[in-house]
């Protein structure tokens, strides 16, 4: 078993610098979101890392951004990527920039 996770895991390292990068429309999504139970960041270069705590279980997603549907995007590598639904995109309320992910209000704590 350890002879078949190291080579995938290498795989998934040289992937992992394939993401494509944010466009220029989305920008906005750029940054560390955050709040008690999740936390997101989305480079620029399109690195994305997430990690939610829920019921008790953690969740983790590392990998490069596919592709933005409409508000969604989409992070992984061929069929094994994660869709983030976005019902509400980065916004301004007040001084501070909000975004609805998962069901979750996240704030952005740095670009």
């Known amino acids: 078993m350890k002879a078949f996770k190291l080579p995938l ?3 998934l ?3 992992a610098g394939c993401g494509k990068p944010v466009p220029p429309e989305k920008a906005a999504y750029v940054g560390e979101w955050q ?5 997101l960041l989305i480079t620029q270069d399109g690195s994305v890392t997430y990690k939610r705590l829920k019921a008790g279980s953690t969740t983790s997603v590392a990998g490069p951004l596919k592709a933005f549907n409409g508000s ?4 992984g590598v061929g069929p094994m990527a994660t869709t983030f639904v976005v019902s509400k995109a980065p916004y301004l309320d007040g001084n501070v920039w ?3 992910v998962d069901g979750q209000e996240l704030t952005r704590t740095a670009n």
């Open 9 to 11: 895991l290498f795989v």
């Open 13 to 15: 390292i040289s992937l």
């Open 35 to 39: 709040e008690k139970t999740m936390y």
């Open 72 to 75: 969604d995007f989409e992070v």
């Open 98 to 100: 909000k975004m609805v």
